[in-house]
């Protein structure tokens, strides 16, 4: 990894650059790049990887990052492919990131995509537990399936598209909300008829016309006729 090396060893301060970022498609990844040479010295190719799950998503994560205590950092993110081709899409806003890292700690930098404030808070970071095993490959494919579909459902532009193409349970997601439209658009049908069928007998009773001739005649019969 450019600007990081995951065996290299502690050093008195390190950051670890989040951002909450939801633009991204299946296949993109978000990077971090700065003032330093730990941060690819504003080189877009030797931006830094973050890394985001089904559960975290839309937040990515760097691992932490040695940077010299008591120097502050300019630093900016940026979404593009995974395999760095195509072009990169910046952080629109003016200005840059900043952040001091503190001797003897782990900050935690995190941002907003939108956003240029920083909120900085020191974070304790879990050591690797070496006796459990590695993910294999199963488990490594069921956990981007889930990615790509918390990317699908999150209403990005065709992500739902593309994501099909990697993981067949979108396209069930996609089929159930189909469904749901119809329905819902069947039930409002049969409301506005059932409405017109109620009104129809009243409209017939108004432009039915009152038969105002015929009178009824009732002749009672005395008894001295019967007798």
Not at 80 to 103: C, K, L, M, S
Not at 154 to 170: M, Q, R, Y
Not at 171 to 185: G, H, P, T, W, Y
Request: charged share 25%; glycine share 6%; proline share 7%.
């Amino acid at each position: 990894m450019n600007g990081y090396s995951a065996d290299a060893p502690p050093m008195a301060a390190s950051t670890v650059f989040c951002v909450k970022c939801s633009k991204t498609r299946p296949g993109d990844a978000v990077f971090v790049v700065g003032g330093h040479d730990a941060l690819g010295s504003w080189t877009t190719g030797m931006a830094l990887p973050l890394t985001t799950s089904a559960d975290n998503f839309p937040v990515w994560s760097s691992r932490p990052i040695p940077l010299p205590a008591g120097e502050a950092v300019e630093y900016k993110f940026l979404i593009q492919r995974e395999d760095r081709q195509g072009t990169a899409t910046w952080q629109n806003f003016a200005g840059n990131h900043r952040v001091t890292p503190e001797t003897g700690k782990v900050l935690q930098a995190m941002s907003d995509w939108d956003k240029a404030n920083v909120d900085v808070s020191a974070i304790e970071v879990p050591t690797p537990d070496s006796s459990k095993p590695p993910q294999n490959q199963a488990a490594l494919k069921q956990e981007k399936e889930e990615m790509l579909l918390v990317m699908a459902e999150s209403g990005i532009d065709k992500a739902a598209a593309e994501v099909t193409s990697n993981c067949p349970l979108a396209v069930k997601i996609a089929d159930r909300e189909e469904m749901r439209r119809n329905f819902s658009q069947s039930l409002l049908t049969l409301d506005i008829d059932a409405e017109g069928q109620m009104q129809e007998p009243e409209a017939t009773k108004a432009e039915t016309p009152k038969d105002q001739g015929t009178v009824v005649v009732q002749t009672a019969t005395s008894d001295a006729e019967d007798d």
